[in-house]
Structure formats: structure tokens, C-alpha cells
């Protein structure tokens, strides 16, 4: 599966792009799947990941839930949630 991630304020800092093309392994099929697969490239990826940090994901455009499938081609934005004051 062929995803496009994008990543956002300090998601983008921390792993230094703005987005990338990924290919999917067949065990990726949900949002999930996906964060635990970028985890397992270690280091701050997996700090940010499984550090209990909270963070937000789009898929084309609409926030989805963790257990969102996930579909060929779709573009899937991951960012911290914001609040205001």
C-alpha cells in the first residue's frame, strides 16, 4: 500500500521532513498498524510513538480514529493537538 504522510510542528522537527512516500507493508491496514510500523524505526520515532505523547491523524483530510482502515494512496497527516488560550 502507498501512503503519503505528512507531519507537522514539532513531529516535523523532531523527524526532521515534512512528509514522505511510504510503501506499506500487507500487515499495515489500519491508522495503528501504521504508527506502530513508524515506530520500529527506533530512536525518536519510537520515543514519539510509544512515549504516551498525544498526537492527532487525518486521513484526506478528515481526522480519523486509530482504527481507521487505511486505503491505497490515501495521504495521512499525523500532528499534535493544538489548543488555544
Not at 514539532?10 to 489500519?30: K, M, N
Not at 515506530?39 to 480514529?65: H, I, K, P, Y
Amino acid at each position: 500500500m502507498r501512503l503519503k504522510v505528512l507531519y507537522f510542528a514539532q513531529l516535523r522537527e523532531r523527524f526532521g521532513l515534512a512528509e514522505e512516500t511510504l510503501i506499506a507493508p500487507e500487515s499495515v491496514v489500519t491508522i495503528a498498524d501504521l504508527i506502530h510500523h513508524l515506530s520500529t524505526r527506533g530512536g525518536v520515532w519510537l520515543e514519539t510513538f510509544t512515549g504516551g505523547a498525544a498526537f492527532r491523524v487525518a486521513m484526506n483530510q478528515d481526522m480519523v480514529e486509530l482504527d481507521t482502515a487505511l486505503a491505497d494512496g490515501a495521504e495521512v497527516a499525523i500532528f499534535r493537538p493544538v489548543t488555544g488560550g
